[in-house]
């Protein structure tokens, strides 16, 4: 199984930003899928995830309104749009996916089985 994340990169405060997570050797709409964050020095933390089946999406509160969780079954890629992006949004984003058939998105990290490497995002000010 492999997670591959991408699309992270600098910008300024206000700006909008597309992640991308393609899967391999597993198949996205029989899996619950997540996006978290690390931010230096801090624990890795949920931003937004599906359940397996597609039909609950959860955000986390600070970023619910702003980013975008979707997936694309055909290209067993998942993305992340995120919009007015701010400087505490700075982090490495990461990429899971997890084997349990829960009827709502999943939050907790270790509910996931697979993780990507990450991709770095950086908002200045």
């Known amino acids: 199984v492999q997670l591959v994340e991408s699309g992270g990169g600098v910008v300024q405060a206000g700006a909008s930003l597309s992640l991308s997570c393609a899967a391999s050797?597993?198949?996205?709409?029989?899996?619950?899928m997540g996006w978290f964050r690390q931010a230096p020095g801090r624990d890795r933390h949920f931003v937004a995830g599906?359940?397996?089946?597609?039909?609950?999406?959860y955000y986390s509160d600070s970023v619910k309104g702003r980013f975008t969780f979707s997936r694309d079954s055909a290209g067993n890629t998942v993305y992340l749009q995120m919009n007015s992006l701010k400087p505490d949004d700075t982090a490495v984003y990461y990429c899971?996916?997890?084997?349990?058939?829960?009827?709502?998105?999943?939050?907790?990290?270790?509910?996931?089985?697979?993780w990507g490497q990450g991709t770095q995002v950086t908002v200045s000010s």
């Open positions: 899971a996916a997890s084997s349990k058939r829960s009827v709502v998105a999943l939050s907790a990290l270790r509910d996931y089985n697979y």
């Open positions: 050797g597993l198949t996205i709409s029989t899996y619950a």
């Open positions: 599906v359940n397996w089946s597609g039909g609950s999406t």
